[in-house]
């Protein structure tokens, strides 16, 4: 079956770093979304990016399919960034199962 | 961006009663899931949906389960009965061409 494994799972940095968030899948992909999940619970789309990259604001997505393998970059930290980030794929083509990544929560402290 | 609405936002119910989750899709998507979160663990892929039928489930996706969208209207999800282990967070999420978007989810609680 499809396996998505994010890393690290859990994060701390001070305001004004910067993260790597990656996502290792083991099967072949035909999507790539990644989301950020609020404390409360509800989900934000951040990324489509099946391939190549993609540039939002503070946020940076690279997905290499050869690699299997997709990062999210966050430059400049804040406060506000502190959630859970999961990534989505959907694998196998001629499926539209989407499966999630084991997340990665961010803590930012001021 | 297109919103997904989940109806009701909380639900609690006995041990072996039915629920019936709702969901109201972006109006031109397609493709529909549901997807299981017990606090603090991984978000878990139950069924997909399309043109009136399952097209994928999980383990997770019980005999006591079941979805629908009769005649285009909300897309359900139905326990019968439900389970103590069945207390989660349902979350509804739509496609039309890539991109899913989800809705804020049903906190159910089973007692």
């Known amino acids: 079956g499809q396996q998505v494994q994010q890393s690290p799972a859990s994060l701390v940095l001070q305001e004004g770093e910067n993260a790597e968030l990656q996502c290792n899948f083991s099967t072949s992909l035909n999507s790539m979304q990644w989301f950020y999940q609020r404390p409360g619970g509800s989900l934000v789309s951040l990324f489509y990016n099946p391939s190549g990259t993609k540039h939002s604001g503070r946020l940076t997505s690279t997905t290499v399919i050869k690699e299997r393998r997709s990062s999210l970059h966050i430059s400049s930290s804040q406060t506000t960034d502190s959630g859970t980030y999961l990534c989505a794929l959907g694998g196998v083509p001629n499926t539209n199962k989407v499966v999630f990544g084991t997340g990665t929560r961010l803590q930012v402290l001021p | 961006g297109p919103k997904v609405l989940q109806i009701p936002s909380h639900q609690i119910i006995d041990m072996g009663q039915m629920v019936t989750l709702n969901c109201d899709p972006v109006s031109n998507h397609l493709y529909f899931y549901w997807y299981k979160q017990i606090l603090g663990q991984q978000m878990e892929f139950l069924v997909n949906f399309y043109n009136g039928k399952v097209m994928e489930k999980s383990k997770l996706f019980k005999d006591q389960f079941s979805v629908e969208r009769p005649d285009g209207s909300y897309f359900t999800l139905k326990i019968q009965p439900t389970a103590l282990e069945d207390s989660a967070v349902y979350f509804c999420?739509?496609?039309?061409?890539?991109?899913?978007?989800f809705g804020s989810g049903t906190r159910l609680t089973v007692l």
């Open positions: 999420a739509t496609r039309g061409a890539e991109t899913l978007y």
